[in-house]
């Protein structure tokens, strides 16, 4: 593999954009926290204060406001990835798809003329396990993005590699600790993949995923005891969590595909 410091990613910018807190570290963090080892400037868009999450423990949001202390960990998170901004917006959790479309869509193409992004990030069109707000996030910025043309930054979908959320349920499970309904957020972890698209190329994280693991963690409300990440050391994280795999979006962007310099390029069968 060829060393970061020789790829040109130094002054780049990566745009992520994503829904919620904890899509970030989930779906990518340890591709986002090696591109800003690799001397890129990262920057978060996150849709919502993720407002209708779960709470791992009431005594964690003692005042009901979970869209503030969400807020925080995002921040916490986005700090241990080594995101320079973050830029959180307010639109309602749980109707991404629905509501203020033409408002998410407008403030995603201001990003994108501030900011000026060399690639963009975000789910693809299965959500990672077929959320209807990431897949709002994705419709939103596929059409923010192609507005631009040919000037248009390349864009990537990030997607999961289908049992990969299975195996760390039966390790958790497999510790003996772990209570018998962890889960992810109550959602199966055979839904995680399902469906996806065969990824083009694949990013190896696994000398990052400790920092995806602790980003991951940040976010306590939702990474309770009941949640297989909070069972799993780094080792079992690196075997898991190791590669995380895009394919670059069918548009007609003329830009250089920078993502691809870290990645490893899939042939299919």
């Given at each position: ?32 926290a090696r591109l800003a080892d690799a001397g890129a400037r990262v920057i978060l868009l996150c849709a919502s ?21 969400r807020a925080r960990e995002l921040r916490d998170a986005a700090a241990v990835l080594g995101i320079a901004e ?136 939702q990474i309770g005891r009941n949640n297989p990440m909070a069972w799993i050391d780094d080792d079992e994280a ?32």
């Open positions: 593999m060829v060393s970061d410091s020789l790829l040109p990613l130094a002054g780049r910018t990566v745009l992520g954009i994503f829904a919620h807190p904890d899509d970030e570290s989930l779906a990518c963090g340890g591709t986002l204060h993720g407002e209708a999450g779960s709470i791992s423990d009431p005594a964690l949001v003692p005042d009901g406001n979970l869209g503030a202390v973050v830029i959180l917006l307010d639109h309602p959790d749980g109707d991404l798809r629905w509501v203020q479309v033409p408002e998410l869509h407008q403030e995603i193409v201001a990003t994108i003329l501030r900011c000026r992004p060399d690639a963009v990030i975000t789910f693809a069109e299965d959500g990672l396990y077929w959320h209807l707000d990431h897949i709002g996030v994705h419709e939103r910025t596929f059409t923010a993005v192609r507005s631009f043309g040919a000037a248009a930054p390349p864009l990537y979908y990030v997607t999961m590699q289908l049992g990969v959320m299975r195996e760390m349920v039966d390790a958790a499970h497999g510790k003996g600790g772990a209570p018998p309904d962890s889960s992810f957020w109550g959602i199966a972890p055979d839904a995680f993949g399902d469906g996806a698209k065969p990824p083009t190329f694949v990013i190896d994280v696994r000398d990052w995923v400790p920092r995806k693991l602790a980003a991951l963690r940040c976010h306590r409300t690196r075997q898991w969590l190791g590669v995380e795999q895009f394919r670059r979006a069918p548009l007609e962007a003329t830009g250089e595909g920078i993502l691809e310099h870290l990645g490893e390029i899939q042939h299919a069968d």
